[in-house]
Each structure stands twice: as structure tokens, then as C-alpha cells.
């Protein structure tokens, strides 16, 4: 996210990356879709294409960005770190537009959302960090990080989660449940207005006022661009259009395939989707920290969740009040502790600037525990 977020993708170059054999789940995906018409095929091989895909725009952000401002490259990464998570989420929306709003498909795509947002937040900060604790700390007794970061980023994920707290509160301490749904309705669009008002203040913190703060020595050291800047735009765009693509269908055969397997909509938006869709991004996270780049991999993790809450969540209920679809940031009482925990978790853990094994293995079981209760709820 941000700045602090710059030339991640530089520690995989794509041209050696085993991720491009997953390439042939794009083909499979064509033939169950459009030939066999086996939807809980389709499902599956969607989402594993969607990864290499992933993976692919984002080392293209990056190459474009070594030839701009730090600022620009920042805004790179912020419109294209989460890309796959907000074209799923966006092709929800839209499938539930088309449903109509009181559709049964309606309700199931609107789940699918709240669920997926949740499942990118949480994974990152328990999933991913917890991964990238444990594989740094058998490499390096004690590593640290920066501070400034993490305080910044926590404090805004940290009023995310208020806004998630806020509507469920709400609802449960209100009577009148026609009167608090039309209300939580009206404070999620509000809500989202001010989160992402602040998303840009943030960003204008980070990336301009006091970018020094966030500023990590060797970074940018001995890198050099692999493609010239109309090759990274082609990739770019290429790779953009095949996630639409790959998560148009993955959207549209969730529902068979949900049935198929006799999974929930909630544990494939809260750990499927997340899980697939952020793969590539997990794994560099997770490389960088055994080579003790803490703070490349604290960006990744925390930076992300951050980037989801206050930025794609509150994007997703706009979207979703200009297409007339009832989204919120009531994300049931459930899914909201869960959330919640997480964070504090997270900002225990993280406060004092260092991590080790220990810590890892921690976040991991608090995130295996979860993914039992969203396997296990109805």
C-alpha cells in the first residue's frame, strides 16, 4: 500500500516465477465454462487462474512505477494492489443488479462481497504476517520493523473496524428493524465517503507530507526495469482484462459450485477467494521476510488489510448505492468480532516493532481457529 509498498513484486520476476504453469488453468477455465459447462470445474480453475493473473498485473505496477514519482507509483499500487479482490467484488455487485434487489441471487452476491472483504483482511493480517513471522524467525532469531508504519497503519484499520462495529451495534440495539435497515443504510454511505476521504489523506501523509517517516533504506537499490514502459502497459491491461474475465466467470459459477461441494457462501468469500486471489502476493511477502526485509513484508500484509478496509470496502458500497443494491457496512455480528480480534491480535503482537517465530505461530493458530468457525457456521 502506499509507498511503503513500492517494488514488492521486484523480489519474483515473472519470467522465472513457477506461478506461469498455473497459466493453464486459463484454457481449462474456457473448456469448463463454455464447452463441458461444468460449473464447479469452472469455479476451481477461476480461481487458480486468477493467481498467476494476479501476480502478473502487479509486476507490471511495478515496472511502470520505476519510471515515475514515488507518489505515482504509490497510487499505482493502491488502484492495483487489491485488483483481483475488487473486480470480484465489483462483478458481485453487478451480478446482483441484474438479479434485482430483493432476488434471492441478489442476497447470496451481496454476502459474497461482504464475506470476500472480510476474508482479504483477515487473511492478510493473520495468514500472511503470521507465515512471514514464522519463516523470518527460523531464519533470524529477532527481526524488526519500522515503527512509524505500523503505527499509521494500524491506527486506520483500527478505525475501519469502528465503522464495521458501528452498523452491527446498531442494528442489534435498535427495535424497529425497518427503521435501522434503512438507517445502517444511510450510515454505511456516509461512513464510506469519510473512510475514503481519509484513505487520500493517509496517502498524502505517506507519500508526500511525510514520506521521510516511511522511507526504507535499499529499497530501490540495483533495480532496474525488465520490459520498456509499453510492454509493462500491454501486460498491464492484458493481464487486467484476463482477471475480469477469469473472476466473471469465477462469480458465476459460485453458486453451483458453493452447492456442489456443500460449502457456504461465507467460507469461500471469507477464505477461497482471499486465499487464491492473493496467492502470489502471500508468497513474496512470506520470501522477503526470510531475507530479513521486514518492513517490505509488513507492507505487504498490513498494508493490504489497510488497503481493503478503508479504501476497496467503502468503494464497494458506493458502487453498489449507484447500481441500487443494498450494501453495507453491516457485516454480521460474527464476522465483525472476528474482524475485530484480529486487529487487536495483530496490534499486540506487531506494537513493540519486532517479531520472531513465536509470534508467527500465534497469528496462524488464531487464523486456523477462525477458518474452523467459518467452515463450521451455517
Known sequence: MGGGE???MRAMDPRQS??????LAIPATFYFAYVSHDQ??????????????AFLMGFATEDIALRTSESIGGLLNATFGNAAELIIAALAIWAAYKAGADSETAAVMVHIVKASLIGSILGNLLLVMGLAFVWGGIHHKVQTFNETQFVANSSLLLLAVITLTIPTAFVLTTKDTDSAAASVLTLSHAAAIILIALYGLFLLFQLRTHHDLFA???VHEGEESHMSKREATVLLIGATVMVAWMAEILVSS????AEALNLSALFIGVILLPLFGNAAEHFTAVSVAAKDKMDLSFAIAVGSSTQIAVFVAPLMVLLAWTQGVDLTFEFGLFETIAVFLAVLSTNAIAADGKSNWLEGAMLLGTYAILGIAFFLHP
Open 254 to 257: 459460485i453458486a453451483e459450485g
Open 6 to 8: 513500492i517494488n514488492w
Open 216 to 218: 526504507t533504506d535499499g
Open 40 to 53: 464447479t470445474a469452472a469455479f476451481f480453475a477461476s480461481m487458480v487462474a486468477i493467481m498467476p493473473l
Open 18 to 23: 513457477k506461478l506461469n504453469l498455473l497459466l
